[in-house]
Nanobody, 124 residues
Framework: QVQLVESGGGLVQAGGSLRLSCAVS????????MGWFRQAPGKEREFVAT????????YYTDSVKGRFTISRDKAKNTVYLQMNNLKPEDTAVYYC?????????????????WGQGTQVTVSS
C-alpha cells in the first residue's frame, strides 16, 4: 500500500512561486509513475505533470510548460512540483498520484493512489 501526503500549498501573488511536496510512504517500485493533478472550483480534475520514478522522464500539460517543474528525490521518497510565474488560473487544489505501472499518463483513472490535496491560491 502506498500513501501520499502533499504539502507546500498556500496563497501567493501572481508572478510568485511555490514548491509543492509529495511524501511517499510504503513500497514504491522503480516502475512507478508519479503525477500531479489539480482541481479548480466547479471544474474537473486535470493533469498537470508526470515523472517516471526510475529514469526521471517528465511530461507536462501545455499550460504549465516552462513554468512548472516536476522532480523526485529517491532518497527522500518525495516528489516535488516547483511552480514559477504563477497565474490566477493556477488556483486549485493540487493532488499527487501514483501509477504502479509507470505509464506517464494524463488519465486520472490510471493512477491507483492519491493524496488528500493541497490548496494553491494565486491572487491577481
Amino acid at each position: 500500500q502506498v500513501q501520499l501526503v502533499e504539502s507546500g500549498g498556500g496563497l501567493v501573488q501572481a508572478g510568485g512561486s511555490l514548491r509543492l511536496s509529495c511524501a511517499v510512504s510504503g513500497e514504491i517500485l522503480s516502475s512507478y509513475g508519479m503525477g500531479w493533478f489539480r482541481q479548480a472550483p466547479g471544474k474537473e480534475r486535470e493533469f498537470v505533470a508526470t515523472i517516471n520514478w526510475m529514469q526521471g522522464m517528465t511530461y507536462y500539460t501545455d499550460s504549465v510548460k516552462g513554468r512548472f517543474t516536476i522532480s523526485r528525490d529517491k532518497a527522500k521518497n518525495t516528489v516535488y512540483l516547483q511552480m514559477n510565474n504563477l497565474k490566477p488560473e493556477d488556483t486549485a487544489v493540487y493532488y499527487c498520484a501514483a501509477d504502479p505501472l509507470g505509464r506517464m499518463t494524463w488519465y486520472l483513472h490510471e493512477y491507483d493512489y492519491w493524496g488528500q490535496g493541497t490548496q494553491v491560491t494565486v491572487s491577481s
